[in-house]
């Protein structure tokens, strides 16, 4: 089994930076893609389907990124550690959510990769609230 523990949520002003860690542990080679996902207040009963693809990483390594987040983020992966960072920049009201890593256990086409329905492991999640 994989397990996924998110840290680094946190408040911080418009215009700040947060930096959003993932510490995979377990059975980790069985992750192909990780990704960061993304969902607003209000929406927690809808579950995974209402969680927004923010940035994944492929299995061979290669991001991709929400078009909305116009290169603000920045996601990159630490093999060694087994740790998937999610760099935030230029943070505006609307990036405030609950940010959860995620962890598809097979492979999926890149056109796929940002829809919260192929992951099959995930987080418990870090806030991340950005006052205006």
């Known amino acids: 089994q994989v397990q996924l523990v998110e840290s680094g949520g946190g408040s911080v002003q418009a215009g700040g930076s947060l930096r959003l860690a993932c510490a995979a542990s377990?059975?980790?080679?069985?992750?192909?893609?990780m990704g960061w996902f993304r969902q607003t207040p209000g929406t927690e009963r809808e579950g995974v389907a209402e969680?927004?693809?923010?940035?994944?990483?492929?299995?061979?390594?290669?991001?991709s990124y929400a078009d909305s987040l116009q290169g603000r983020f920045t996601i990159s992966k630490d093999n060694a550690e087994n740790t998937l960072i999610l760099q935030m920049n230029s943070l505006k009201s609307e990036d405030t959510a609950m940010y959860y890593c995620?962890?598809?256990?097979?492979?999926?086409?890149?056109?796929?990769?940002?829809?919260?329905?192929?992951?099959?492991?995930w987080g418990q999640g870090t806030q991340v609230t950005v006052s205006s």
């Open positions: 969680r927004e693809g923010v940035a994944v990483v492929n299995s061979g390594g290669r991001a």
């Open positions: 995620a962890c598809a256990t097979a492979r999926w086409p890149d056109g796929l990769l940002l829809h919260a329905g192929i992951y099959d492991v």
């Open positions: 377990g059975d980790t080679y069985r992750c192909y893609h």
